[in-house]
């Protein structure tokens, strides 16, 4: 069974950081995209960032560009998301993801199979 697993959420002060992580088990990601997903209150949930298994695409949502850093070690079975300069805005409960099927071109962003359970972040201002 495929778990994705996501810890470093938390409360922190707007400007502030925090490092996400997520690892996964029961199968291998080495060959599929990865990313994140998030959920504010009331919202909708929305596309954060993901890379593609070779680390060649990333991309990410235009709200968090030049702050948040999506990285992965296909070997450790890991993506992690380093955000910087937080704002309240950016309070959620934060998902990894993983794609099942695999790309050689820029992966689509709404063919996210896999899911975790979630990390809340919260932002205060």
């Known amino acids: 069974q495929v778990h994705l697993v996501e810890s470093g959420g938390g409360l922190v002060q707007a400007g502030g950081s925090l490092r996400l992580s997520c690892a996964a088990s029961?199968?291998?990601?080495?060959?599929?995209?990865m990313g994140w997903f998030r959920q504010a209150p009331g919202k909708e949930r929305e596309f954060v960032a993901h890379?593609?298994?070779?680390?060649?695409?990333?991309k990410y949502a235009d709200s968090v560009k030049g702050r948040f850093t999506i990285s992965r070690d296909n070997a450790k079975n890991m993506v992690w998301l380093q955000m910087n300069s937080l704002k309240p805005e950016d309070t959620g409960v934060y998902y990894c993801?993983?794609?099942?099927?695999?790309?050689?071109?820029?992966?689509?962003?709404?063919?996210?199979?896999?899911w975790g359970q979630g990390t809340q972040v919260t932002v205060s201002s």
């Open positions: 890379m593609s298994w070779t680390g060649r695409y990333t």
């Open positions: 029961g199968r291998a990601f080495s060959r599929n995209s």
């Open positions: 993801v993983a794609d099942s099927a695999s790309y050689l071109s820029d992966p689509p962003i709404d063919g996210y199979d896999y």
